[in-house]
């Protein structure tokens, strides 16, 4: 799926992580992927992030979810703005909304965040760490876009929400159903609801912070080291000062830290590994009866389709020319020859068509029946499964 008239090119030389961008409706035929109704059922469920912000004057109520069914009956018909978590995890319609983005690397793609708002319900202005598209879907929004805030910018006191202080805005537009806002991190804006039924789809992508890959990585390597691995010193010399720290103690304490820290390999399958964890690790997606590599290669025999959960995150590393790390929902595989095509095929493409030759591979089919069972991969939902 692609978005009519949108350059690609154009828009990463000259708006990505530098300045906002409006694309009006460039959908070849746009409709809103989940109605108020269903998004307030997801709401609901305890497996489910959800927010439910109200403004009243000048103060600001946060409720997490789940959200009690009865709750919506006693919300007013003004200012108030239902928010859920990774709703492509589990609407497919709306996964889709992902597909004309890919331009942007898998690992970079956090989710889909969906909003529903009464006349006048919004969050607020405010700005985020990390780039966001805003796809409104249903109604109409207001936005007003700052410049970029400087760090350290002053917030309001709230225990949840990141407010401006001081917001000025310096363009302002109203979004219609199908159209586009790109918003880099960084830039102060403010999103309120125009009339009733107001749902807009922001996609968000992830940006780690340099103390975040730090202590991640760190608290890894921790895990790894032996506790006999210590600092010895088998050629010490009397020194003139015992109060000296010796450069040459300095030196050796400092390689003991530098040099497992720029193991730039194993930096790389770690970061595989961290980044494709699921974002929500405590749900199951496993389906109910495992598979087998011989019933896998039936399946695709008479159905060469596979899909990709929504949910999962698939990535790749290459390491030299003939072989490539594949990173899946925190798994590694390492895979050569058909399994390396087979692993750029399913992080290239939501659904992937396996030609024969994979199929024939005991290797890729082993692997395809891994990620089956795992819940990575699923079997085209118009032919029977492959249970076995």
């Given amino acids: 799926m692609r978005l009519q008239g949108f350059d690609i090119s154009g828009f990463l030389r000259d708006h990505w992580q530098r300045r906002p961008l409006l694309i009006r409706n460039p959908w070849t035929h746009w409709e809103n992927p989940i109605d108020p109704g269903e998004l307030a059922g997801l709401a609901c469920e305890p497996d489910v992030e959800s927010r439910l912000i109200t403004e009243t004057g000048d103060k600001w109520k946060v409720e997490h979810g789940p959200i009690d069914e009865r709750r919506f009956r006693r919300l007013g018909e003004r ?4 928010l859920v978590q990774a709703v492509d995890h589990h609407v497919p319609e709306v996964a889709s909304l992902i597909a004309p983005f890919r331009f942007i690397p898998n690992w970079r793609i956090d989710d889909v965040m969906v909003s529903c708002a009464a006349d006048g319900g919004g969050v607020g ?3 985020d760490h990390y780039d966001v598209f805003l796809i409104q879907g249903l109604g109409k929004r207001r936005w007003r876009v700052g410049t970029s805030s400087e760090p350290g910018a002053a917030t ?7 407010l401006l202080a001081d917001f000025e805005p310096g363009e302002e537009w109203v979004l219609e159903p199908g159209d586009i806002l790109y918003v880099p991190p960084g830039f102060g804006h403010e999103g309120v609801a125009v009339g009733d039924d107001c749902m807009t789809y922001s996609i968000g992508f992830r940006a780690p912070s340099r103390g975040e890959l730090i202590s991640h990585w760190s608290d890894h390597l921790i895990d790894q080291f032996a506790e006999d691995d210590r600092y010895t010193d088998p050629d010490l010399a009397a020194q003139e000062n015992p109060g000296e720290i010796p450069a040459h103690a300095i030196a050796t304490l400092h390689e003991m830290v530098t040099e497992k820290m720029l193991d730039r390999d194993a930096f790389a399958r770690w970061f595989g590994l961290h980044s494709s964890s699921p974002k ?6 496993r389906p109910e009866m495992p598979t ?3 019933a896998m290669r039936l399946h695709l025999a008479a159905r060469p389709i596979l899909r990709r959960n ?3 995150r698939f990535s790749f590393v290459r390491q030299g020319a003939e072989q490539v790390l594949l990173f899946v929902d925190g798994q590694c595989f390492e895979c050569a020859s058909e399994t390396r095509t087979f692993a750029e095929l399913v992080c290239a493409q939501d659904i992937v068509t396996v030609t024969p030759k994979l199929i024939d591979s005991d290797a890729v089919m082993d692997l395809a029946a891994t990620l089956y069972n795992q819940g990575s991969l699923g079997l085209d939902e118009q032919s029977e499964g492959a249970h076995a």
């Fill in 156 to 162: 309001l006191p709230h225990d949840d929400l990141r």
């Fill in 310 to 312: 929504p949910a999962s």
């Fill in 125 to 127: 202005p405010h700005f």
């Fill in 280 to 285: 929500y690790a405590e749900l199951d997606w």
């Fill in 292 to 294: 087998t590599m011989t």
């Fill in 79 to 82: 200012q108030w703005t239902l």
